[in-house]
């Protein structure tokens, strides 16, 4: 345990891959029982990739679950559970807010180092405050939930995708919404649907 600690608190240390999501997820869907280094890799895959609407949690780097629940995930016992969770809250790794009708809020506390490469032109680069106004960030937000909700695909990459949206003219960020229906029923199948970060990147609005 102590050298995953030391891992997560140093997780530029000794390099970084892109892994995507999707395939961790799947590798968890087929694990019953959970080694420490899995359980870890499962928290961080867990916890939201971008704030959701605001005042709602859980926001970036955070997940909403129950000991109860994260034990009988991990193949552990409560006790089990509690000792481990404890070890990364004393460690600095994690924070913990419990709520007896929200259960349990985790916070991992190295989030935006363990998403973010050093280089400068990381593909996960953040849109930041100054870059996009109130108004656009509604505008895209508000295109990001549709999009996502209306194609049934899990949302990805939202911060280039912001960063595509700032550099659409506003003609084509209202095309992008109004046109959006359209593009998903030309689509043959679920499987040929664009990511959100590609429909806009690739201008699938025009027809």
Request: contains cysteine.
């Amino acid at each position: 345990m102590k050298r995953l600690i030391e891992i997560l608190n140093d997780p530029h240390k000794g390099g970084q891959i892109i892994v995507p999501r999707r395939l961790l997820e799947e590798m968890f869907r087929n694990t019953e029982c959970f080694p420490e280094a899995e359980a870890c890799l499962y928290i961080l895959v867990s916890c939201a990739f971008a704030d959701g609407p605001a005042g709602m949690r859980p926001r970036r780097g955070q997940m909403v679950s129950t000991g109860r629940g994260l034990a009988r995930r991990f193949g552990w016992s409560i006790s089990r559970t509690r000792r481990f969770l404890d070890r990364l809250v004393k460690a600095g790794v994690v924070s913990m807010e419990v709520s007896p009708s929200d259960g349990t809020l985790l916070t991992c506390m190295r989030y935006e180092q363990v998403c973010s490469f050093r280089q400068k032109d990381r593909c996960t680069e953040v849109v930041e405050p100054a870059v996009m106004d109130d108004e656009s960030r509604k505008d895209f937000l508000r295109f990001w939930e549709q999009y996502h909700r209306r194609s049934g695909l899990i949302p990805h990459d939202v911060y280039l995708a912001g960063k595509v949206w700032m550099e659409l003219p506003p003609e084509e960020r209202r095309m992008a919404v109004e046109r959006m229906g359209q593009y998903l029923m030309s689509v043959s199948g679920p499987e040929h649907l664009r990511s959100g970060l590609n429909y806009l990147r690739c201008k699938s609005y025009f027809f």
